[in-house]
């Protein structure tokens, strides 16, 4: 496993994406996610936050936002709160997470939302790869 420095360094490297990640609910396709995003959840083994995050895009004020800055804070006490806003520092979701072992103080994913193989979807991918 990776020291958090580690990490945090390894997820700065990643600008752009070779290959899209389908985040898949049986066989229906529910979202993308870039490389970064996926070396994020496998080196902090945190797919849980990507569950979080695209398992409320269908409530209306957040499928509405076609951009969504969404942090993860994590507490001294191994707690953390999820937040989402829409870019322009206006919150439209919020989560507290009673326990977690997210190797960071916090992270930052971004999510646009993108026609992909014919149909528009949700696109999780860090900042630096937009």
Avoid at 80 to 88: F, H, I, K
Avoid at 102 to 110: A, C, D, R, S
């Amino acid at each position: 496993m990776l020291s958090p420095e580690e990490l945090q360094a390894s997820l700065a490297q990643f600008t752009g994406t070779e290959t899209w990640y389908r985040y898949r609910f049986g066989q229906l396709t529910l979202a993308y996610y870039t490389d970064g995003v996926r070396y994020l959840a496998d080196n902090a083994d945190c797919y849980w936050l990507l569950t979080e995050i695209i398992s409320v895009q269908t409530e209306t004020k957040i499928h509405r936002e076609p951009f969504q800055v969404w942090n993860l804070q994590v507490d001294e006490e191994w707690g953390a709160t999820l937040e989402c806003e829409d870019g322009n520092d206006k919150g439209v979701f919020q989560k507290e997470i009673p326990f977690t072992d997210f190797p960071l103080e916090e992270i930052t994913i971004w999510v646009e939302y993108g026609e992909m193989e014919g149909v528009y979807r949700p696109i999780l991918l860090l900042p630096s790869e937009h």
